[in-house]
């Protein structure tokens, strides 16, 4: 059998928590391990082997999300955090780029496309809500690229990045271009190596701060 994907709710709103977690209680395969309003419940409870994925609130009143994610990066935890936010500005989601988050998604979204995401989330793929990338674009482009000497992509890189921002899967992209998802791998490692980075959310954050105008001109 496989084992359900284990879920820590870390929002300081207690009506929010207790129907997030009655929602998610029906799903096959998730299971809510705990719920907790501040960062030091939630560190407490991610220093243990009970947790797969965190849903935070990057709001926490007084606090901010980014505290928890530079804890899971000190302590090399392999446990993913998803972002479920009411909405953020494009520093903080490039911030949340930079402190490793596997993603974003908004808390007026849909029940299956947060389930979706945490799926997705869990098994290593990033997901990255298209209107929260959208505005941290807009933000990026209203600056001009910092260093594009000796980047420039290919079209076919372009798409695949625009469609990594769009939060598809290598499976998903491959079908999208009529291409297979070995040529999708190699392309998103081209892309890694020009960005100079190791991850997709990593890809994500340096295209949009540092490239915006070259490798995503024709985005959005």
Request: proline share 1%; charged share 25%.
């Amino acid at each position: 059998m496989t084992q359900s994907i284990r879920i820590l709710l870390v929002d300081d709103h207690t009506i929010f928590r207790e129907s997030l977690e009655r929602l998610l209680a029906g799903e096959p395969g998730l299971q809510v391990v705990g719920d907790c309003a501040t960062l030091a419940e939630a560190k407490q409870m991610v220093s243990g082997d009970c947790v797969d994925v965190v849903l935070l609130d990057y709001d926490l009143g007084e606090e901010a999300g980014t505290d928890l994610l530079q804890f899971l990066h000190d302590t090399q935890s392999k446990v993913r955090v998803l972002i479920l936010t009411a909405g953020m500005i494009a520093n903080a989601t490039l911030n949340a780029l930079d402190f490793g988050a596997s993603g974003v998604i908004l808390k007026h979204s849909g029940t299956r496309q947060l389930i979706e995401a945490i799926r997705r989330v869990s098994n290593g793929e990033p997901w990255w809500d298209t209107g929260v990338v959208r505005l941290a674009l807009s933000g990026a482009k209203a600056r001009s690229d910092s260093d594009t000497n000796g980047r420039d992509i290919t079209e076919r890189q372009r798409l695949i990045l625009h469609s990594i921002l769009d939060g598809l899967s290598n499976k998903e992209i491959a079908t999208r271009l009529e291409c297979s998802e070995t040529s999708v791998k190699a392309s998103i490692q081209e892309l890694f190596a020009k960005a100079g980075v190791r991850t997709r959310s990593q890809l994500v954050r340096v295209a949009i701060e540092r490239f915006s105008t070259k490798w995503l001109q024709s985005a959005r």
